[in-house]
Nanobody
Framework: QLQLVESGGGLVQPGGSLRLSCVGS????????IGWFRQAPGKEREGVSC????????NYADSVEGRFTISRANAKNTVYLQMNSLKPEDTAVYYC????????????????WGKGTLVTVSS
């Protein structure tokens, strides 16, 4: 069964850190670019970061550049999002998504989506 499962969300104080994980199964993981997206209450979904199939190409939204780091371990079918210096405006449900035979992550063209993990940044 094909699926993406996110984990690692939770409640953290401003300035704190979390590491999200996205584990895939049921498809050839190394053939897919993986992206992280988020949606805050009352706001549209936005792209956070993307990593290419081999992991050599990454990109980030301006709002998280320098604070978040994306990485992947293809042997484990896993992509990570290390989030440091978290701010209240980072509060959102975070989703990972996969795009076949690509090194990019346009939200409108991702093939598979996880169900999300909630990140809450609050004191």
């Amino acid at each position: 069964q094909l699926q993406l499962v996110e984990s690692g969300g939770g409640l953290v104080q401003p300035g704190g850190s979390l590491r999200l994980s996205c584990v895939g199964s049921g498809f050839t993981w190394a053939n897919y670019a993986i992206g992280w997206f988020r949606q805050a209450p009352g706001k549209e979904r936005e792209g956070v970061s993307c990593i290419s199939r081999g992991g050599g190409l990454t990109n980030y939204a301006d709002s998280v550049e320098g604070r978040f780091t994306i990485s992947r371990a293809n042997a484990k079918n896993t992509v990570y999002l290390q989030m440091n210096s978290l701010k209240p405006e980072d509060t959102a449900v975070y989703y990972c998504a996969a795009r076949s035979l690509s090194n990019f992550c346009p939200a409108y063209d991702m093939n598979y989506w996880g169900k999300g993990t909630l990140v809450t940044v609050s004191s």
